[in-house]
Structures are given as structure tokens and as C-alpha cells.
């Protein structure tokens, strides 16, 4: 069974940063794309971003484009979500994610493989 453990969240001010890890216990790592999605008090997940397989293709949501940036490090099985430029509507809990599929459209549905179990992240004004 793949276990997801995200870490890195937490309170920051509006204009932040914060990095995200998700560290992922499966031998099919490289070969899985990898995303983040969020869900605020509410309101329905959210897809945030996800990377290829490579992690030469990123993919965003427009909400997040040119403030998050998604990579991964195959070596660690590690995923990253670095956020910019936070602001008070970025508070939600992160979920991180991956397709066995290595398809983007695939995990962007929103019906990704696996799941981890989220961390919490709150933006103040």
C-alpha cells in the first residue's frame, strides 16, 4: 500500500512562502505522475499543480500559475510544491497525490491512484 507523508505546512503572512514535501513509499515513484490538490472549509478540492514523470512538464491551476512552482526529486521519491506570494485564499489543507497512469489529465480529474493525508496550510492577512 503507497503511504504519502506531507510535511511543511503551517501559518505564514500574506505574501509568504512555504515549501511543501511529500515523501511517497512506492517503488513506482518515477514512473507515477505526481500532483497536489486543496480543499478550503466549504469548498470543493481544488487541483493545484503536477509534474510529469520527468519533472520537465509542470501542469497549474490557474489560480496558482506564476506563484507555485511543482518539482520532484526521483532519487528521494519526493515531490515539492514551493509557494509564493501567499494569500488569505490559499488557506486550505494540501493533499498530495499520484497516478500510477503517469497520465496529467488522469490525476487532474481528480481521481488520482493514491492520496496522502494532507497538511494543513493558513495564509493570514
Known amino acids: 500500500q503507497v503511504q504519502l507523508v506531507e510535511s511543511g505546512g503551517g501559518l505564514v503572512q500574506a505574501g509568504g512562502s512555504l515549501r511543501l514535501s511529500c515523501a511517497a513509499s512506492?517503488?513506482?515513484?518515477?514512473?507515477?505522475?505526481m500532483g497536489w490538490f486543496r480543499q478550503a472549509p466549504g469548498k470543493e478540492r481544488e487541483f493545484v499543480a503536477c509534474?510529469?514523470?520527468?519533472?520537465?512538464?509542470?501542469y497549474y491551476g490557474e489560480s496558482v500559475k506564476g506563484r507555485f512552482t511543482i518539482s520532484r526529486d526521483n532519487a528521494k521519491n519526493v515531490v515539492y510544491l514551493q509557494m509564493n506570494s501567499l494569500k488569505p485564499e490559499d488557506t486550505a489543507v494540501y493533499y498530495c497525490?499520484?497516478?500510477?497512469?503517469?497520465?496529467?489529465?488522469?490525476?487532474?480529474?481528480?481521481?488520482?491512484?493514491?492520496w496522502g493525508q494532507g497538511t494543513q496550510v493558513t495564509v493570514s492577512s
Open positions: 509534474i510529469s514523470r520527468s519533472g520537465t512538464s509542470p
Open positions: 512506492t517503488h513506482t515513484f518515477s514512473s507515477d505522475v
Open positions: 497525490a499520484g497516478d500510477i497512469s503517469g497520465n496529467p489529465l488522469i490525476l487532474r480529474s481528480g481521481n488520482p491512484t493514491y
